[in-house]
């Protein structure tokens, strides 16, 4: 099947269920909400090395953050609650904390909670205070710059999803990059998603497993061009390079509405930039809950 | 909205205790049961019927017409629905109340919204002391809620208050926020002498205090972010009853050191 002169595989991306929370961060100015944002989302690409998945899903304009500044909301990512509260707790508690007037307040409203503010207000030595309104509790901590306040706890959800992808392929390294910045583009736009790796875009696939003891993944050879003909080999002849776009989001319709939206930018603007064709990763569907066919998500 | 009416007879000879006509309460109860309530607080014994003459089916909605410094206990324990008094009320209004809306459209008398622990009692007139304060007998003060009062407040309003807000439109009277362990009291015109008095956390804000004690430590001005953080909340749960929204920074003074020193009075002028 082509779509504008560009092959659409028969296959799909099989995507697998997390636990999510997220944080909204405020601060001073749109620059510093975004910094401090950023910095937390640092080392966050991948669950398995990096312990959690963590991306900005959106800028906030000022009306609809908690305390009337603009703001950003991030999403974090992981196997289970339990794993995710050490990694919200060690992330605000050096990256938000830390950056200049930031607060930081739950993102994600969900009855199940963990800790947000429950660590880093032992930053405050006994002089932390903390005021309740309504159902929220905010911790107010004595900082350089005046008040670093947080939130006590941040809503948590158990059927998120993690995974989403789609692999960009053609003879363009140049216009795939170009191609797929447009793609991750397109999904800032989609709400509850995030694209965790460096620019939302990664290289370096992998498959499961490798010849090396001790290593989980390795490198995704049947997609790699330089070894192609020494491997069995997943692409053609005039394939140059892949650049794959993985999604995750809290929940399965967002996955696949923010998956629609990349696809419909690389099959209407990819062909003059030279893909060639769109595939899918996955495991034969065996590993993941969740399975997204790219021919039902075109536009 | 359906609901009982109460139009108050006459003056009443002696305290009322109204605790009993909130709607939850009236909803239990056969229609016939209703006047026969007692309300009377000496050996006379009067009934609902005594006083008032009523009207209406039981709802979600108590309306009380005419009012006196002698009706207590109004809205005693309310966590739904809404109670109205069309007039001023006696002690104890809003008394341990969890949740609903209680208006009283006078002045109320001491020891408003005491153990008030949800919900949102509103007074267009003034109050007595003690406003969500301490009875003897309680742990605490008010522990949730909202009052707004469009007049002034007595003395020790606050007392011992450990969670909620409090509004007043006027001024607050001497040692407002005594003893005071959590929680925000607002006042628009200011508050008396002595304000703060052992108050161990909370947060007391207004544009003067008449005398300063001298166990609060003045730590300057400052802009904080928890202010628009309450503002946005009273706004939003509140509407048009929601203080004006501070703008600029607040000059702080930490206290009472006399204690543990977690509290603070935030002076906005």
């Keep these: 099947?082509?779509?504008?002169?560009?092959?659409?595989?028969?296959?799909?991306?099989?995507?697998?269920?997390?636990?999510?929370?997220?944080?909204?961060?405020?601060?001073?100015?749109?620059?510093?909400?975004?910094?401090?944002?950023?910095t937390m989302s640092g080392f966050g690409t991948s669950v398995i090395g990096c312990g959690a998945e963590v991306g900005i899903d959106r800028e906030l304009k000022p009306e609809e953050t908690p305390d009337g500044r603009p703001g950003v909301r991030v999403l974090l990512f992981g196997f289970s609650?339990?794993?995710?509260?050490?990694?919200?707790?060690?992330?605000?508690?050096?990256?938000?904390?830390?950056?200049?007037?930031?607060?930081?307040?739950?993102?994600?409203?969900?009855?199940?909670?963990?800790?947000?503010?429950?660590?880093?207000?032992?930053?405050?030595?006994?002089f932390q205070t903390a005021?309740?309104?309504?159902?929220?509790?905010?911790?107010?901590?004595?900082?350089?710059?005046?008040?670093?306040?947080?939130?006590?706890?941040?809503?948590?959800?158990?059927?998120?999803?993690?995974?989403?992808?789609?692999?960009?392929?053609?003879?363009?390294?140049?216009?795939?990059?170009?191609?797929?910045?447009?793609?991750?583009?397109?999904?800032?736009?989609?709400?509850?998603?995030?694209?965790?790796?460096?620019?939302?875009?990664?290289?370096?696939?992998?498959?499961?497993?490798?010849?090396y003891k001790g290593m989980v993944a390795s490198t995704n050879d049947a997609f790699c061009p330089t070894l192609r003909g020494r491997v069995k080999s997943e692409l053609g002849p005039d394939t140059v390079a892949v650049l794959e776009i993985v999604i995750d989001g809290l929940s399965s319709e967002a996955v696949a509405a923010a998956m629609k939206a990349a696809l419909k930018t690389i099959v209407e603007t990819g062909a003059a930039k030279g893909v060639t064709r769109v595939s899918a990763g996955n495991y034969g569907g065996k590993l993941g809950q969740h399975h997204y066919h790219l021919r039902k998500l075109l536009p | 909205m359906s609901g009982l009416t109460f139009r108050l007879r006459a003056p009443?000879?002696?305290?009322?205790?109204?605790?009993?006509?909130?709607p939850g309460r009236l909803a239990a109860l056969p229609a016939a049961e209703i006047p026969r309530l007692v309300v009377g607080t000496s050996k006379s014994k009067l009934t609902v019927g005594d006083v008032f003459a009523h009207k209406g089916q039981?709802?979600?909605?108590?309306?009380?017409?005419?009012?006196?410094?002698?009706?207590?206990?109004?809205?005693?324990?309310?966590d739904q629905g809404t109670v109205v008094v069309d007039g001023e009320v006696g002690i104890c209004a809003g008394r341990s109340m969890r949740g609903g809306r209680l208006e009283i459209r006078g002045d109320a008398g001491a020891w408003l919204a005491s153990g008030l622990a949800g919900?949102?009692?509103?007074?267009?007139?003034?109050?007595?002391?003690?406003?969500?304060?301490?009875?003897?007998?309680d742990k605490f003060g008010m522990t949730g809620g909202t009052v707004v009062i469009e007049g002034d407040a007595g003395d020790r309003t606050g007392e011992r208050m450990r969670r909620g807000t409090i509004i007043v439109r006027g001024r607050c009277g001497a040692c407002a926020g005594s003893r005071m362990l959590g929680g925000t009291i607002w006042a628009e015109r200011g508050f008396g002498p002595a304000t703060g008095v052992l108050m161990r956390r909370g947060t007391?804000?207004?544009?003067?205090?008449?005398?300063?004690?001298?166990?609060f430590a003045d730590t300057g001005r400052h802009d904080l972010v928890i202010l628009r953080i309450l503002s946005r909340y009273l706004a939003a749960t509140l509407g048009p009853l929601a203080p004006r929204a501070l703008s600029g920074g607040v000059r702080k003074f930490a206290g009472d050191l006399a204690t543990i020193g977690k509290g603070e009075i935030l002076i906005t002028a």
Excluded: H
């Excluded at chain 1, 991306?13 to 950023?38: L, Y």
């Excluded at chain 1, 694209?195 to 497993?209: D, E, L, M």
């Excluded at chain 2, 009443?12 to 909130?22: A, G, K, M």
């Design chain 2, 119 to 137: 919900g949102v009692v509103f007074v267009k007139g003034s109050a007595a002391g003690y406003v969500g304060g301490q009875r003897a007998g």
């Design chain 2, 58 to 78: 039981a709802g979600d909605r108590v309306t009380i017409v005419g009012g006196s410094s002698r009706l207590d206990f109004i809205g005693d324990e309310l």
């Design chain 2, 204 to 215: 007391l804000i207004g544009p003067a205090v008449e005398t300063m004690l001298p166990t």
């Design chain 2, 12 to 22: 009443p000879d002696e305290r009322l205790d109204l605790s009993q006509l909130t």
């Design chain 1, 1 to 38: 099947m082509k779509v504008n002169g560009i092959a659409i595989d028969d296959t799909f991306a099989e995507a697998f269920g997390m636990s999510a929370t997220g944080v909204v961060i405020t601060a001073d100015s749109a620059r510093w909400a975004r910094q401090a944002a950023v």
């Design chain 1, 131 to 211: 005021k309740r309104l309504g159902k929220s509790r905010y911790w107010r901590v004595p900082v350089m710059d005046g008040e670093f306040v947080v939130e006590e706890t941040s809503g948590v959800v158990t059927d998120a999803v993690g995974g989403g992808n789609v692999l960009i392929l053609g003879n363009d390294r140049a216009g795939l990059l170009a191609t797929a910045e447009a793609g991750v583009a397109a999904i800032a736009a989609v709400p509850d998603t995030i694209t965790p790796f460096p620019g939302g875009i990664v290289r370096s696939g992998s498959k499961v497993g490798s010849k």
């Design chain 1, 81 to 126: 609650p339990d794993a995710l509260a050490p990694q919200l707790k060690n992330r605000v508690g050096q990256c938000v904390l830390t950056s200049p007037g930031s607060a930081c307040y739950s993102g994600v409203d969900a009855k199940k909670r963990i800790g947000l503010g429950q660590g880093p207000r032992f930053f405050g030595d006994g």
